[in-house]
């Protein structure tokens, strides 16, 4: 994984949002690497700030809220500078795109769905009329769409949701970006949908060499198209890794207790396991490790200090005191022992 | 669209039948007193009477009623009884149609653009100075009486600006008044209107779609917020356009115009029936081809829309 090169760096990235006069802390000091031409899934419970965080990447947070402090670099330039409408429309679309959560109200109704994708088309690939036409009618069959020509001239009322997240896709392919951010894209589809758009994201992520942000709260998603892990909590990523390694050596409480809370992990006839409390309130500064008031394995340091980075292996990092050499020794729940186990007999199989 | 077309028609040829009906019923039991204005004391029961036979105000009602179905249908509205009696009705309301027109469409012309103009600098200054200042606006127009701004507009702006005071053909200068009353109630209703769907649309989903895709603000504006945001006003725009130029009855009063809003003022209270019949036909035509025709512009802006099934 080192030796790839890395296209977007965030460092120790703090957003603000003003909230009814009260200041609330979104991100707290995040930090991400992302490397070319991977996949990256970042998941959390809603509110832990995934989509806040890589909404920031292309300036469109919402009007109450603001980088205060870290850098987000991207090609030689820091986009946490950016201030103007102008500066932003150099990497929207352009170099980042992003696909939204709901494909039901994405798209214009008014506008045929052809002249939508053709909208990008011409915004970022520099041609015109029937030429950009044709290249749209190109994308449309790419994504799936079948009989693009006679589709081109339809309304969005006139798809189905998972078609129109076709759509959605298609413009966001066809703005020609470096990276794809698909923010939830399967969360309002069918399950059946589902794993389509997924295939369909993988392929054209193959096809046109992107790089890949998942953002979201199904792990069976991340399983199915991610290359690494990073789990948000509270504004912040708490552990990230290669895909297995968050999945079968989950480190931080907080990932055993997302993965305990999984219904395949669920012993039959008792109840699903869920996670105590709630999140902590973002408007409040929090000391010490932010999961460490749900967590009732948390240690005493825990609610002092917040945990740095431990190096669990070069790929995999995780922020908990546990890794810390002189931690105690605190056993992960059955289940999560359970896997770990299955994996260490799969990779020595 | 040929099929929707005659089934409405239908429709408000129905409505209109009932319209009319009603109000020559109403017309029919106001008391006769009013048929001869001052001349009622000069005048003995006896010659009341015959001038009410000669009216054919004494022929049981539904003779009378069918004799005005079957003179509607030969497109004869009658001669006016009381106003100006045996001219006929269309002669008189033919004199009036040029000044509601024209003072009409010239409100309508400021009411678009000022209004439209006004709603879209609201919404692109959402809770700002502008906005603040516009609703401000909107809230006295809508809440005020109309005639109490109108009379107060009449008196002070003429003393103010050495302007005359009542309506003269040839003298432009009287035009102003009239024209800018008759605006300031459509300005506020664009403007809030266009205000409103347009915030509306902003908050949209696609509206963020469209940001991410790289478009800028101007753009998003023009070719995605505002044309989504008119299209629920295209159902309203004929109507309100329709009435506008059909005289507005107020400010034709107040004014001293000579157009067709101030005389239906004048004929109801002059008891004219078949000027009041031909006149409330008309504006109730208006009225059902101006909602007529906004359900058509709807259908031509939205493609969800379909008129048939």
Known sequence: ???????????????????????????????????????????????????????????LLDANGWIDSGNI?????????????????????????????????????????????????????????????????????DVGIHDPEKRYNQYPHEFSGGMRQRVVIAIAVACNPKILICDEPTTALDVTIQAQILELLKGLKEKYNLTTIYITHDLGVVANVADRIAVMYAGDIIEIGLCEEVFYNPQHPYTWALLSSLPQLGVKGQELFTIKGTPPNLFYDIKGD????????????????????????????????????????????ESIRALRQQWEVESNG | MLKYSIKRLFQSLLTLFIIVTVVFLLMRLLPE??????????????????????????????????NFYKNLLKGDLGESITFRPRVPVMEIIKDKVPYSLYFGLASIAISLIVGISLGIAMARNKSKFWDKLGTGYIV???????????????????????????????DPKTWILPTISMSLGGIASYAMWIRRYMVDELNKDYVKLARAKGLDS?????????????????????????????GSIYIESLYSIPGMGGLLVEV?????????????????????????????????????????R
């Open chain 2, 218 to 246: 101007k753009k998003i504006m023009v070719r995605h917020v505002f044309r989504n945001a008119f299209v629920p006003m295209a159902q309203y725009l004929p109507a309100t356009i329709l009435f506008t130029i059909s």
């Open chain 1, 290 to 333: 932010a999961f460490a008031p749900r967590n009732p394995r948390a240690l005493k340091i825990d609610f002092v200090k917040r945990p740095p980075y431990f190096q669990v292996s070069p790929t995999h990092k995780a922020k908990t005191w546990l890794l810390d050499p002189r931690a105690p020794k605190v056993e992960p729940p």
């Open chain 2, 33 to 66: 007193e009013g048929y001869f204005g001052d001349a009622y004391e000069k005048l003995d029961e006896a010659q009341r009477e015959a001038i009410l036979t000669s009216m054919g105000l004494r022929d049981p009602i539904h003779i009378q009623l069918i």
């Open chain 1, 1 to 59: 994984m080192d030796n790839r090169k890395v296209i977007l760096s965030v460092k120790d990235l703090v957003i603000k949002f003003r909230l009814r006069g009260q200041i609330l802390t979104a991100i707290r000091e995040a930090s991400l690497d992302l490397y070319e031409g991977e996949s990256l899934a970042i998941v959390g419970e809603s509110g832990s700030g995934k989509s806040v965080f890589t909404k920031s990447f292309m300036g």
């Open chain 2, 140 to 170: 006295f127009v809508r809440a005020v009486p109309a005639a109490v701004y109108f009379l107060f507009i009449q008196i002070y702006i003429t003393d103010i600006f050495k302007l005359p005071m009542l309506f003269k053909i040839d």
């Open chain 2, 268 to 308: 109801i209270k002059r008891q004219d029936n078949t000027l009041v019949q031909a006149l409330v036909l008309i504006y109730s035509s208006i009225g059902i081809v101006g909602l007529f025709l906004g359900d058509i512009l709807m259908a031509l802006f939205d493609p969800r829309i379909k008129l048939e």
């Open chain 1, 73 to 141: 670099m991207f090609e030689g330039e820091d986009l946490a500078q950016y201030k103007s409408e102008k500066d932003w429309l150099k990497i929207r679309g352009k170099k980042i795109a992003m696909v939204f959560q709901d494909p039901m109200t994405s798209l214009n109704p008014l506008k045929t769905i052809g002249k939508q994708v053709q909208e990008a088309i011409e915004l970022h690939q520099g041609i015109k009329g029937e030429e950009a036409k044709k290249l749209t009618i190109q994308y449309l069959s």
